[in-house]
Structures are given as structure tokens and as C-alpha cells.
């Protein structure tokens, strides 16, 4: 067996196909498999940090996801799995309510799986999604104005917030770039954040569609916690050991 005290690139090349693998690591479980004191674990980790390859937390470290192309990219891309969540997102969709939903192209896909005599409010800052939404004829849709970020393809800023300001929603669907049990979701660009954590504050119940890449992981800037997010809708194909941070805080999970 190697010695993995005696060989940090080899102990820190492991602890990288971890966190490929997995998307976290404990330093505790680690020092046992490695035989090597957590105190070392927490110098690879921190190493690791300085590399870009992870971001410390408590007791371990939680992948950094990296950031994906544009939204006119990702909205040209389909996948069975991101059709088969935008579905289980549109499956929970309240009829008569007054719902909001998130620009992304997984969240493009679920506007698309609604069923077409919905009788609902929809607010979006997705262009993409409102004109999609023109074509359900009991569906009303508001659009949320401002500057076009093209890497979200959604309005952000002042504007778009401030119309914000004036609506309720009885469900909100969120898109992110990275969810985390620690850090809940989160996102690249800080605007984006701000934005989302606007909608949080007057939403009831808050759903999060995520892919396999994105969990467990940590970008940038935090959206919110997961203790305040109603639900998580993810492929059915992501392991169940994958998600056994999320379980053990009691946060409720739809494979579909």
C-alpha cells in the first residue's frame, strides 16, 4: 500500500478524483483512509484551495463548479436530464397561483413542459420565457425589465428589483450555478445573487432545479441557505450518497 504520508502530489491527486467524484470531502474520513493526521488533510486542502480545485468549509471542502457558457449556449443544449427535471419543476406548478420564474435554460425548458390551458401568473426576467409564455392562453405574464446580462439571459439591477418590490409569489423556481448543504446556492455573478436573494424575500416556497454537475459545489456568491428552500428537483440518476448532506438536514429532494 503507498504510503501516502510520505507522497503529497499522489495524497492530494486522490483527494482531487474525491472531489470530482463526490463534490466533498471530510477531513476526518480522509485522515482514516489516508492514514495521515487531519492536520495534513487540512494543508492538501488548503493547497488545494489555493489552486482553485475546492473551497475549504467546515470540517472538509466542497468542489468549485466552473462556470458554464453563455445562456444562448445552454438553451441550444438538451439533455434527457435537464428535460426530465424541467418537467418534475412544471409538475408542481399551482394552478391560479402567482408564480416566478428564474432565467436559465433548464427553467426555459420547464416554461416549455407547462401544461398549455394553465390558468396562472407568471412573473419572469427571462425574455425567452415570457415570449414562450405568450402561447398559453390563460397565462399571464409579466416581464421584469432592465439590463439584459447575457450570460444569465435575464434583466438585472436596480429595475428589475425595484419591480420586484411590488409582488408576491406563491412559488418561486430558481436557477443556480452550485448548491451545497453549507453553503446552499449559489451563483457567479453577484448581481445575479442580489437579484435572487430579492426574490427569496417574498416568495413562499422556493424550488430549486439543479443537474448532476452543480451539487454538491460552491460558486461565488451565496443566493440562499438551504434550510430555506422548499425543494430540490434533481435527476434520478444522481446517487442518493451524493445527497446525503442535504437528507441529513431534512431538505426535501424529488429525483425525477
Known amino acids: 500500500m503507498l504510503d501516502y504520508a510520505a507522497f503529497p502530489q499522489q495524497r492530494q491527486s486522490l483527494i482531487r478524483q474525491k472531489l470530482r467524484d463526490e463534490g466533498r470531502v471530510v477531513c476526518a474520513d480522509l485522515s482514516a483512509q489516508l492514514q495521515v493526521s487531519e492536520h495534513t488533510i487540512r494543508r492538501d486542502l488548503q493547497q ?8 475549504k468549509v467546515y470540517g472538509g471542502a466542497v468542489s468549485i463548479v466552473t462556470e458554464s457558457g453563455s445562456f444562448s449556449h445552454r438553451a441550444r443544449e438538451s439533455s434527457a436530464e435537464k428535460t426530465a427535471i424541467a418537467a418534475g419543476c412544471a409538475r408542481r406548478v399551482k394552478e391560479g397561483g402567482c408564480i416566478y420564474i428564474d432565467a436559465g435554460s433548464t427553467n426555459l425548458a420547464m416554461a416549455k413542459a407547462l401544461p398549455v390551458q394553465l390558468k396562472l401568473t407568471v412573473v419572469t426576467n427571462s425574455p425567452l420565457i415570457a415570449v414562450e409564455l405568450m402561447n398559453y392562453p390563460h397565462c399571464e405574464v409579466i416581464m421584469l425589465g432592465g439590463r439584459l446580462q447575457k450570460q444569465t439571459g435575464g434583466s438585472l439591477g436596480v429595475t428589475p428589483q425595484q419591480q420586484l418590490s411590488h409582488i408576491w409569489f406563491d412559488q418561486a423556481f430558481l436557477g443556480g450555478c452550485a448548491m451545497d448543504a453549507d453553503a446552499g446556492l449559489t451563483v457567479f455573478d453577484y ?32 443566493v440562499v441557505l438551504c434550510e430555506d428552500i422548499s425543494l430540490m428537483v434533481v435527476d434520478k440518476r444522481v446517487p442518493e450518497e451524493r445527497l446525503a448532506a442535504f437528507t441529513a438536514k431534512n431538505i426535501a429532494i424529488e429525483w425525477v
Open 48 to 55: 488545494l484551495a489555493r489552486e482553485g480545485v475546492c473551497k
Open 191 to 222: 448581481e445575479d445573487a442580489e437579484f435572487k436573494k430579492a426574490v427569496v424575500e417574498r416568495s413562499n416556497d422556493i424550488i430549486v432545479a439543479l443537474t448532476a454537475d452543480k451539487i454538491p459545489g460552491i460558486a461565488r456568491y451565496s
